[in-house]
């Protein structure tokens, strides 16, 4: 079956956009390269994300590999595979980032990159907003589930380690 991504696609586009000001804001900091894989995990996504990597997966298969102590299974010689088609939280991986979580906000910082630093550095205008995007990645896969009529709820995420090439 073939899906309609626009909407998704349109998403990444903006996700992109800000993940590329952050980095040349933190230009100094970002030690983010090909070979460098410590976020490169097994993670559980949308199942917007997921059909859309499996339907690129069609068109240009790969060789996945096995997910060894929850490695991702598109990680090949330290370099993705899919890395035009990586799921949303890999094109956040490095940056500054700024969330909730039990009614405090959170930052999250790579610890490659920001070796020293201090908390007062980081505000709204130089952290990516990871719920703000969630909700929105949220809503699109909830759309998507809808209008495709999938069987899935729209808080169900799926293992990325389960996709395969066909
Ligand atoms: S999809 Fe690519 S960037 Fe994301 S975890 Fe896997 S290898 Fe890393």
Redesign the pocket.
Known sequence: MTYNFEKYQLFIATVNKLADQLSSLHKGHMQCRKGC?L???N?RIFPVEYFAIQQALQQKPVETQESKEGS?I??KDHA?Q??EH??VI?RT?GLPLLFMNDDQWELSACELNFTEFDDEEFSAENTFPQDQFNSRLFMINKEFIAVNKLDYSEFDLLD?KDLHSR
Do not use: K, S
């Open positions: 894989d976020c490169c995990m993670y991702c598109f990680l993705c899919v890395y990586r799921p890999c991986h990325m």
